[in-house]
Structure formats: structure tokens, C-alpha cells
């Protein structure tokens, strides 16, 4: 096993190796490559300084070398390779970025100055929603952040906090963040748990909730479970792996995450063994469990209502572990929220490229597409080489790896709603061999797709936008942006999301601006009623009069004499007559008429 490897089980996936195995270069030996995510980015999860959802890999901002990283539900954590500091992104409602506010942060920032000392060597991020963040410390002491509702800090509190504070546990090597639960893995092979226990999780044969660190017992509560190398932990359930190649599982069952063909029963608060062996590392999705065997094959075993088994079946549930349709892979992922996983395959031509299946509707899959909501057998991510490491977040993905040069680099890509229209916008950085642009819309997220517009590309650093007059108001669009390459392949962005809107009118006639004026002012009303459709071509125009005069009545200039649709008008005055010469300096009035209905204001014009 090369040292890369071996580094990629003891962090990302939480999977430790023997202390005999573990020197002090690996511990602190930055992954080869940088760091990037991909999937959905609501709370700015993918750390890319924006909130977009991304169908494929990016790159991670301000930090890139890392020694490890983890994915929560919709926060992200990383040890930075340089010092080993702890950095943050994402949603922070629980104060679970550590930085003592409960802003979410679209870039990563560095929690707590408790942990400005570096030192780490292992994240966790956990939680359903109510986010908590765990962090390993080379000494063996655990650090926890955030929400701590039901004890998951092992403090014998459960106040939350925003800054980390101490967990009251020693001599860790690995741990593990299910949900509102928390797992370690000590140096003498034995597992402790603290937090939520209502399905059995901590194993401690029991299912109160714990303010501290319990033991977990051994199989049907005799003695205490030993010979650990390594831990996972899922929604509700918890795996271990055993230093003879078993794995063992406890808490949640229904859906047969536990591998053991419901001799668990729905749940057990003790080890059960699961019907597999020869297992070098493992994980725990949401719902099901993943396990890496020593021959390169993948098994899953749990729930399989989106192909987590990644077999090309959908059946719901998998009480026994069954192989995945992948070979040759060196890493495995699932996090405690994801309904999809994760591998690495070594020796593919394009070097370690990563493979994934389940659940696709943030585009947590990486395949530039969302796959019809899920996908059945492992699609490989695209544009992404080199992978080192991967992690699985709720319904996004992270990875250390290489991203290819791009053709085309996108800065941003909107959508806004306004009266009876669409306005979606992009600007670029980069585009190198892009052929053209392609803007599709439909009116399902998922599905239903159709191309409404084709943009020559204009070179880089340019903004694009286009105006969609084809909607009905208060209807939601989905838009996808497609890139053409000159090879005729289209890498796709989004989809963004706005709602157009219709608006009824009401006659109005602003004071001018400037008010005084001496050379031009400008002049807004609007016309009542209401338009039908963006140019308001079935709207019926109406006869609209405006006229200046003088402070003795007298018609000065019309400005405006004309039948018009409703909506908002502006035109302007330069201060002259009808003949086009100026008049003096004085007192005039703007005098707007709309079915025999007058508004008036007073306009100054000085020298």
C-alpha cells in the first residue's frame, strides 16, 4: 500500500490503519493535488466563493494543499497542509465554521483561535441540518463546534457553541460525525461514543442519549468491542472495522445497513458482524454502508431506493452486501448525509480518476449532468484526473485531484425574474475553444430541456446576457447554460432558477429630475393598466397626452402625443419650445393626460 493511499484511508474516509503502520511523515504529508468540490452549493459548500450549483469538479478557493477534509450535510472542513489549522466554509446558522458568527462563508475561514496553533490531523462534519463540527488534534484530544443538542460535544453539555472547545476524551486516533452523534476511535483499538443514541449508534447497549464518552460494547453486550482499525458512522447507524478484515455494525437497521440479514432485527445496540470479509476500509452513507475489500472490489449493502448499491438495481433495501460494478479501486466515500458514493480506480488511462453512483440531484455525482436524478451504476466524474482522496457531503462531493486545463472558464451565471421576461446573464474568464454558447429552458428542475437561444462566443473576460420574452409570469424557469466546444462536445452549467412577474399600472407623473434644472430633466409616468406579455402586444395602447406650459397656461412644447401600452415611459425636456428655442428661466408645469384624467408638477428652470 503506498503512503498516498495509506493517507487517504487514515483521513478522508476516516479509516485508520494500525498505529504500527502510521509514521509521523504520513500524518502530516500534504495529498497530492487540490482540493476541489462539485454538486449542490446553496450555502456556499463547494468554497468557490459563490453559491452556484456546479455539475462538475471546481476548485476550492484560498486553500488548495491539505492534509485532510471532510463534507457535512452543507458545510465543509479541511486541514490546511502548511500548518495543519482547521478551515471552514458553508452554512453556519449552528456556528459550525467555528469563527464565533453564524454568517455562512462562500470561501473558507479558519475557526477559532483555540485552533490557530495547528497540530490537526483529522475533520469531521456532521449533523441532519443541525450542523456540528468535529476536529482530531495529534496530542489524541477531539475539538467539537456548533450545534451540540443532544450532547454530541462530549462535554456533559449540551450548549451549543461557535468557537471549538474540548471534547472530554483522550488517545484518538480517528474519528467519525454521524447525526447529532460522534464516534472515536482510540489507540488501544477500542470505540467510544457520545450524543444521540435513540436507535442504539453509540453501541453501548443502551439508547439513552450521552453527555459523555461511553464505551461500545462487544457483540450482544459481553465484554467490550476490540482489534478496531477503523470507523464510520451513517444517519443512524455505526460500522467498525475490525484489524482481521470484519466488519461490524450497530444502531439503525431498517434498511439493512448493518450487513446481516436482519439478525439485528430494525435495530441493535450492540456489534453485529456483517456477511463480508477481507475489507480494507469502509464508510457509511445516510441509509447504507460501503465496504473496500483487499481485491479492489466494492460492496454495498443498505438502502438502495437510488442505486447507492451501484449494480444497476433500485430495490429499496439490501439486507447483505452485494458487489458493485467497479474493480481496481484503491479508496472508497459516503458521508453521513449522502445518499451517493464515491471511489478512486488506479491504472485508468487519464491516471486515478473517480467513479460515482446514487442520488444525482445537486449534481453531487459529477458526471455534468443530473442524470436523471440518479444514476444506478458509477458514472466517472468528468474533467477531474489525478484524484488522491474524495469525501462524500449531503448532496455534494469533495476530492483532491487535478482539473484539467479549461476551455472555457465561468465566472458567473444568473437568472432574474422581471415584468413578463427572464434576464439570464453569464460572464466569463476563459474561452479558448468554445464554438458557441447554448441557453436551454424548461419548467422542471430535473427534466424537459429546450434550447431557446444560440450566442457566438465574444472572447474572454466578457458578460453575455439574454433577454427570455417567451415565459408566463409567476411560472418558475430552469436554465442551463451549455458551452460548444469546437470538438462539438457541450459541457453544461446550472440550472439557475427565476420567476418572471406581471404588474398592474396606475396613473402617475414624478416630479422631474433635477428639479431645479438648467440644460436637461428628465421625466417619468406611467400609463394605466396592465401589459400581456413582454412587448404587450395584446395589451390595448391607450391615447396619452403631455404636454409643458407656462406659468400663464400657455402650451410651451408636447413632449409626448401618442397612444400608448402600460407601463412605465420616461422622456426628457432640454428647456426649449416647439420651435426648438430656449426658453427663459422661470416657473413651467408638466401636464400629463390619459383618459381625460390630468396629473401635474411643477418643473424650475434656472440659468
Known sequence: ?????????????????????????????????????????????????????????????????????????????????????????GWNERG?????ITNPAFLPCEPGSVLISGGFTA????????????ALHSNGTVWAWGYNGYGQFGNYTTNDDSVPCSTHVENVIAISAGDRYSLALKSDSTVWGWGYNSQGQLGDKSVNQRLEPVQTKGPGGAGYLTGVTA????????????????????????YGQLGEDKGCGNMST???STWISDVIAIDAGAYHSIALKSDGTVWSWGYNAFGQMGNNTVDGT??????????????????????????????????????????NNGGQLGDNKLSGGYSLVPVQTNDFVDATAIAAGGEYSIAVGVIPPLAVELLSFDATGEEWCVNVSWVTAAEWDNARWIISRSTDRDT????????????????????DTLVIPQTTYYYKLGDVGIDGKTTWH???????YSKRYYLSLSQSYPNPFNTLTTIKFEVPGKRIGYISQHSKPIPVFLRIYDIAARTVKTLVRDSLLPGSHIVEWDGKDSKGDKVPPGIYFSYLEVNRTTKVKKLILIK
Open 123 to 134: 475533520v469531521e462534519a456532521g449533523g441532519q441540518g443541525d450542523d456540528f463540527s468535529l
Open 231 to 254: 470507523i464510520a458512522t451513517g444517519m443512524h447507524h455505526s460500522l467498525a472495522l475490525k484489524d482481521d478484515g470484519t466488519v461490524w455494525g450497530w444502531g439503525n437497521n431498517s
Open 96 to 100: 459550525q465554521l467555528g469563527n464565533g
Open 448 to 467: 424537459g430541456y429546450t434550447e431557446i437561444v444560440s450566442v457566438l462566443p465574444k472572447g474572454c473576460n466578457s458578460n453575455y446576457s439574454h433577454l
Open 1 to 89: 500500500m503506498t503512503k498516498e493511499i495509506k493517507v487517504l484511508l487514515i483521513f478522508v474516509l476516516i479509516i485508520i490503519l494500525p498505529t504500527s503502520l502510521v509514521n509521523a511523515s504520513d500524518v502530516f504529508a500534504p495529498l497530492p493535488g487540490d482540493l476541489c468540490a462539485w454538486g449542490n452549493n446553496n450555502f456556499g459548500q463547494l468554497g468557490d466563493s459563490t453559491t452556484m450549483p456546479r455539475w462538475k469538479p471546481v476548485q476550492v478557493h484560498e486553500i488548495t494543499s491539505v492534509i485532510a477534509f471532510s463534507g457535512g450535510y452543507s458545510h465543509s472542513l479541511a486541514i490546511r497542509a502548511s500548518d495543519s489549522t482547521v478551515w471552514a466554509w
Open 270 to 272: 450492540t456489534p453485529c
Open 318 to 359: 439490501n439486507y447483505v452486501p452485494c458487489s458493485t460494478w467497479i474493480e481496481n479501486v484503491t479508496a472508497i466515500a459516503a458521508g453521513c448525509r449522502s445518499m451517493h458514493s464515491l471511489a478512486i480506480e488506479s491504472g485508468a488511462k487519464a491516471g486515478e480518476i473517480v467513479w460515482a453512483w446514487g442520488l
Open 494 to 500: 446550472g440550472p439557475v432558477s427565476a420567476t418572471p
